[in-house]
């Protein structure tokens, strides 16, 4: 790589599908020398309770800030299913001009997320996915 991009990772991790995919993707990453920061790794620690009003900002704040931090937003997109906390990422990072880089892990897509990102590709395309030259390459599948 020519320089060290820093990538978010934007995916729900809420099951167990969610986990693996999201700790590929992390590994994949991570293997290649890309900075990450992964929410799921990076879990805010706080004096209140997961749920509580205090972590509930701090969560916001901190993942908006690094947002702003990446060169990149790497997007994990279950096509129907869609996160609203992973929508509402990539949705900014459109909004600041930052660059969403979709991987697709479902049988179809949105389209306002497949016209909103720069790129589609698959989680083994990641394993070799150009993030200093970011080719585009549109969405090919069903979309609603």
């Known amino acids: 790589m020519e320089n060290k991009i820093k990538v978010y990772l934007a995916s729900p991790f809420f099951n167990e599908e969610e986990l693996k995919n999201v700790?590929?993707?992390?590994?994949?990453?991570?293997?290649?020398?890309?900075?990450?920061?992964?929410?799921?790794?990076?879990?805010?620690?706080?004096?209140?309770?997961?749920?509580?009003?205090?972590?509930?900002?701090?969560?916001?704040?901190?993942?908006?800030?690094?947002?702003?931090?990446?060169?990149?937003?790497?997007?994990?997109?279950?096509?129907?299913?869609?996160?609203?906390?992973?929508?509402?990422?990539?949705?900014?990072?459109?909004?600041?001009?930052?660059?969403?880089?979709?991987?697709h892990l479902g049988e179809d897509s949105n389209l306002m997320i497949h016209e909103g990102c720069h790129t589609n590709i698959t989680l083994d395309e990641l394993n070799t996915y150009d993030f200093n030259k970011m080719p585009h390459k549109p969405y090919e599948g069903k979309m609603f």
């Open 23 to 103: 700790e590929e993707a992390e590994r994949i990453l991570f293997s290649r020398g890309i900075e990450v920061f992964s929410p799921r790794l990076n879990e805010v620690r706080c004096e209140e309770n997961i749920g509580s009003p205090l972590w509930s900002k701090e969560t916001f704040m901190n993942d908006r800030r690094f947002i702003d931090w990446a060169d990149v937003v790497v997007m994990l997109y279950y096509g129907g299913y869609s996160d609203s906390g992973t929508a509402w990422e990539c949705g900014y990072a459109y909004g600041t001009n930052t660059p969403v880089v979709v991987v």
